[in-house]
Every structure is written in C-alpha cells, then in structure tokens.
C-alpha cells in the first residue's frame, strides 16, 4: 500500500494485485520473492550474490517439501499418478525450489541374491517390468536432477514402458541412451536396483500398494488420499514459506481418484 503526493494532496493507491508483475525489480529482491513469483532459479543465475544470505536462513528455516513415490513400471494406478499429479506438480513448481521429488521404481517386486553377488528380481508384471524398473532406476541415477530425469520418467511412462519407447523417449529430450542402457545392462544397474529394493523394503509402515507416496518421510493415509487428489495443493499448505504465486493461483480439485495396484 502506498501514497503519491501531487501538489498539496495525496493520493491513495490500493497494493498491485500481483506484485510479480512488476518484473525483475520485485522477483529478484530476496529469496521469498523469487519462489512468490516462481522465478528462483532466475534469480539465482542473475543475482547470486544478492540472494545468498538470505538463502542460507531460507533454507535452515524454510526447507523443501520432500515426495518420494515407490512404484512399479507398469502399474496403470502409478502411470496415472504420474501423468495427472506428481509432473503437473513438477511442471508448476519445480523452478520456485519449494519442493523435492524422489523416484523409487521396485514396488511389489522381490529380490534374492545369486551366489556369485548379484540380485534376481521377481516382478508383479513379469520380466519386462523388471527389465524397466531397472532402466528408470539407472536414468534417475545417471540424470540425477529431477529437471533431467523427471520429463525422461514421464516420457517412458505415457509412451507405454519399452526398451524402444525408452530409446525413443532419450533421442527426442537429448538423453544419453547408451548410459542408461549400459547401466542396466550392468552390474552397477543391478546393485541400484538392489537399492531401490532396500528402500522400498525400509518403509515404515510397509507398504501395502503401489503408488505409495511418502512426504517428509512419512507415509499416513491422509497425505496419500490428499496426495493422490490434489498434490500440488498439498504440498503448497505443507511449504512453511512465503508461498509462491503457482501455489496462490491454483484451483483446488477434489475429483476421486483410485491408483492403488
């Protein structure tokens, strides 16, 4: 709210309804600013020095919400979860640094170890998904930023998980095929997979279903149901921070959705 002074009267002029529209003079003042107007990774490219103390304090004070899914390849239930909440979230505000994905592709499978060290997989949909969990297990480990590896997941997962459709999906986002592929093909694939068993093996509760969605850690039936039905939603009422605009323009949805499988 402010006053303009003209002449021997004042004017009273109402605050701006978006203040990020009045450019990079607002986004960039500090880091509450840049992630209100989901220009974070702007700003810190353009104004690192500025941003710097405050980011320290931001990031004791005010840290990332973190979401992990624990899924299969070629379960419909996560395809869907994908597709409908956890890449529109990804979409919308990866850049204002608010929250963190992880991505955990074993799901209802099992593992017993060979006796030369190696780990055999056994697949709720067969040999062709594990042959896939291993794939999306190496391009999460070789793209390692979820700015890489989260368009190449969902790419696989809406093309319809294959060899091919994965070779297609690296070609068409400038990937690096012959690594993922070589991964996977490897001891080193087989012992990230194995990892991922582990992971999905630690869950406290276990986990009884695909998806299953942790946030913070933590996985309870209600941050399951509000994540499945309005993630983006959830994780903007979880951020303690000063929310970004993304998260103050989106419309709450309520439809039902069922992904368990």
């Not at 996560?78 to 204002?96: H, V």
């Not at 592709?105 to 042959?131: I, R, S, V």
Request: charged share 20%.
């Amino acid at each position: 709210m402010c006053f303009i002074f003209f002449g021997s009267s004042f004017i009273f002029a109402l605050p701006h309804p978006n203040p990020c529209k009045a450019g990079e003079s607002y986004w960039c003042q500090n880091i509450d600013t840049a992630a209100e107007c989901g220009v974070l990774a702007y700003c810190k490219l353009k104004h690192h020095d500025l941003l710097k103390h405050k980011e320290n304090k931001a990031v004791q004070d005010n840290k990332p919400v973190i979401i992990e899914l624990y899924y299969e390849s070629f379960c419909g239930g996560c395809r869907d979860f994908i597709a409908q909440q956890l890449f529109p979230a990804y979409q919308k505000l990866y850049s204002t640094g608010i929250f963190q994905i992880g991505l955990y592709p074993y799901g209802n499978a099992e593992e017993k170890q060979n006796p030369d060290g190696t780990y055999q997989f056994k697949c709720q949909h067969g040999l062709e998904e594990c042959a896939m969990n291993i794939v999306e297990t190496c391009a999460t480990h070789m793209l390692h930023d979820q700015a890489a590896f989260m368009p190449y997941i969902h790419c696989v997962e809406m093309s319809g998980p294959s060899i091919p459709n994965a070779k297609a999906c690296a070609q068409s986002l400038q990937v690096d095929w012959e690594k993922i592929e070589s991964c996977a093909n490897s001891t080193l694939g087989n012992n990230l997979e194995h990892e991922m068993a582990e992971k999905t093996n630690a869950l406290e509760p276990p986990h009884g279903f695909v998806p299953w969605i942790t946030m913070n850690g933590e996985h309870t039936w209600q941050i399951q149901d509000q994540a499945t039905e309005d993630l983006i939603q959830l994780i903007c009422d979880t951020y303690t921070g000063i929310k970004p605009h993304a998260c103050r323009v989106h419309k709450k949805q309520s439809k039902d959705r069922c992904y368990r499988n």
